[in-house]
């Protein structure tokens, strides 16, 4: 008799090793992790650095000027001898009027004038052209129509000399006559309808340059009688009125004077000023008594005041955030243990008997005023009553007041910590802070704050 026997099979005892375990969790959670990281929005860290904005106060001004035209007794050619520019005495010649054209026919006997140019004189020529490149604005394209009257003058200036040597070199004149000034002062050969001007009747459409016309009087030209021939401007005494908005007016402060630059200029005016009131809005009137000669040409003038400049630490406005914080009455806080600060809020807590005892927090204190602790929200339930220990009233946190104050999330520790600041001005996309304890150079803040919550794990 045959003994067959079956195998038998028996199961196999799954042995868990605890290592392995350890190392399939923490694979996953990497795994998990990454994952989780490639669908989070980067969030952008920016470094706080020191900044200074400029608080100078720039105005477009109009000079105001004592010009006196001066007008033909006749008709005929023209014929200047005094540059533009230049002061001349009283009763001195400043020009010739010819009925007949023989003083113009003499001074045009030399043909080529600019080989009478020196160097110099194409060199001064060359730097009005270079200067008006430097500052070419399309959108201001009216500027040109200045360039060309300055372009002008100074070939008048120029030609007039010239002019004048061939004058002086022929003594067979007769039917010229001669104009003298009625007083001494600076003269000048342009129009623009600005001479009866004053601050007082200023309007705001004297300010659109769209509109401004200047007329250049030139020699060769045949006036009529009772035309203006000339300007004289007897005193350096002058004013450049602009408007000015009260904003501009509070920044000025209380001083009688105030420091600026006239058109971009190397060097400062210190001048009186008022504020005048006038009928279509605010005007500030600069009382000037010097440099009158150094802008005679020009009417419109650009004016920067020099105010001091503001310091403090720059951050993107887009990193600022508002939040919400609980008003606490300031009798609500007391020390704590043996501190001297009152720092501390009293809060009413049951037990497990049902038994009411206090226990004391510390909130966040973003600022303080007379009558409330403006205090961070987190460290309460809405359910708490306050307790006072002087006089044993109570508050319910439910009823608090609230208010906000403006932050960023600081990214310093790795997580959106909120920390307030104190906003000096806010210029483009970026804001100057108060630098203090909140906020120093070099710390890290969340760029962006809409990316985050308050308190969330950034790294």
Known sequence: MSNNKKPVKFKREIIINPATCVVFAILIYVVISVFISMRKEPITIYKVNKSNVSNNIELDGIALRNEKLIRASQGGYVCYYVRDGEKAQKYSTVCTIDK???VYDILTETE??????????YSDIRSIISLYKVNYDNVSYYNSYVFENNINNKVLDLTNEILMQQLYANNNISSGKSVTTPYSGIVTYYMDGFENLTPKTISKDDFDQSKYEKQTLKTGEVIESNTPIMKIVPSEEWNIVAPITQEQINALGESSKITFYINNSSYTANMPYEIINGSDGTYINIKMNKYMSNFLSERYLSIEIVMEEDMGLKVPVSAIVDKEVYKIPVEYFSAGGNQSYTTKVNIQV???NGEITIKQVSPTIYKTDDKYYYVDPLVFE???VIYNINNNNTLAVSLLGTDTVTGVYSANRGTAEFKM???IKTVDEFALIESGDNLKIYDNIVMDASTVKENQIIY
Not at 112 to 121: A, G, P, R, S
């Open 382 to 384: 809405d359910t708490d």
């Open 350 to 352: 049951k037990d497990e």
């Open 100 to 102: 007949s054209g023989e």
């Open 421 to 423: 600041i104190t906003i």
């Open 112 to 121: 080529e004038y600019e080989d009478l140019f020196t160097e110099e004189n």
